[in-house]
């Protein structure tokens, strides 16, 4: 196999010395054909150059093949991928009408109950074995089609059976593809995309790189999909992806990528497409550390830009350096804008934590409430609580498992309504936003309840 893989999704290529393609997801409900079309055609407007739409049933279906048509009717041909969850039944309906499905290898057979028991190897092998052989009829319409299929492969929804042998670490996210690239490659499946995400910029970009190693140990070189999932919003949501993928792009490594951002999704590209100019512009020469400290002055007059370049060669110097300290100057802002944004950076990479972290998901169709708005509201009310991290997630299905490591969080149930959680465990029912956030503010101030 060529060492620099390469294929077609659609009309574009992905992967070997294809430009980066910068590809988002809508948080419309699938199933309103009009309002997702609609959404789709604005975020291609903003330079989404592939489209992602969740399909969590098989009632969503027939929405996305009406969503494709519509599209393709006006002329309009970026590749749709469809994000499924749970549902061999479903990946394999939309891979007969989509470009790319995505599939979660955490929950496509497997389960997450955090169990914590440990299989013996021949329960392990036979538990592989099963997925195998389940996964088979989606690669064979996969090939029918000319579909490609991205492992999704997320730090927060690794499945019990891998967490138990291999820890929750970058390893264990690394050993669950390595299991589905056999499974494809067992069946000469090869149009295959791989992401490794988590919240925890450090996280994502280890396992990234781990990957990427042991694929070259394979003899191959499958298209990595990079992004820091649960981001956030803002400056701060912005920052995290910038480390992340920004320093991984300078590595050479990242085939596609996805800033997620609790903000409307055609806020995405725009700044995936300011940092991969960052990074064009960006030298690993530039990486200068004095004492544990980077050092980076450009005068700067774009915020964003300085920002994606600021974030991107700090993760870069972290990975490579373990820095402790970032030290910026840009005559093009005030001193205190320089200072916040030192501050920020080394929060998004986990550096030196000086405020509250928010762990928030960009939401998607099977959100139902107004998580940007509530994200604004944790965001004002809680922010300055040191080492605290919050989670605000966009459904039950798999906001607790996604939101990691937070110490509190607020996911969204049905109908508008809400859940607390306290680390892995709802602590109250689906109950009105305002009483949440009392809820919450209880639980932070140690209150009794
Ligand atoms: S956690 Fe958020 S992005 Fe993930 S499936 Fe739920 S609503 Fe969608």
Known sequence: MNSRMSFNIGNITIGG????VVQSMTNTDTNDVAASVAQCKRMIAAGAEMVRLTVPSLK?????RQIKEQLRAEGIETPLVADVHFNPKVAEAMAAIVEKVRINPGNF??????SQRDLTDAEYEAAVERMALRARPLLDICKEHGTAIRLGINHGSLCDRIVTRYGNTPMA?????????DICERYDFHK???SMKSSNVQTMMEATVLLKEEMEKMGCSYPLHIGVTEAGSGIEGRAKSAAGIGALLMMGVGDTVRVSLTEPPENETPFAHQLLQAVRELQPSQCVVTNGALEYAVDEPDFDLWLAKAAALTGYAYYHHHIKDLHLQNACFKPDVVRDMECTILQACRIRMSKT???SCPSCGRTQYDIQSVL?????????YPGLKIGVMGCIVNGPGEMADADYGIVGASNGLVCVYEGKKRVTQ???LEEAMAYLQKLVDGTQL
Do not use: G, T
């Not at 010395?17 to 980066?20: E, G, M, Q």
């Not at 969503?60 to 996305?64: F, L, P, S």
């Not at 057979?109 to 955090?114: E, G, H, L, S, Y």
């Open 17 to 20: 010395d294809a430009p980066v």
């Open 60 to 64: 969503e279906v027939d929405a996305m």
């Open 109 to 114: 057979v497997d389960k997450r109950n955090f």
């Open 173 to 181: 996210m690394v050993q669950s593809a390595l299991e589905w690239i």
């Open 192 to 194: 295959v995309v791989i």
């Open 357 to 359: 972290e928010f762990i």
């Open 376 to 384: 604004s509201e944790v965001k004002a009310r809680f922010s300055n």
């Open 430 to 432: 689906a109950i009105e």
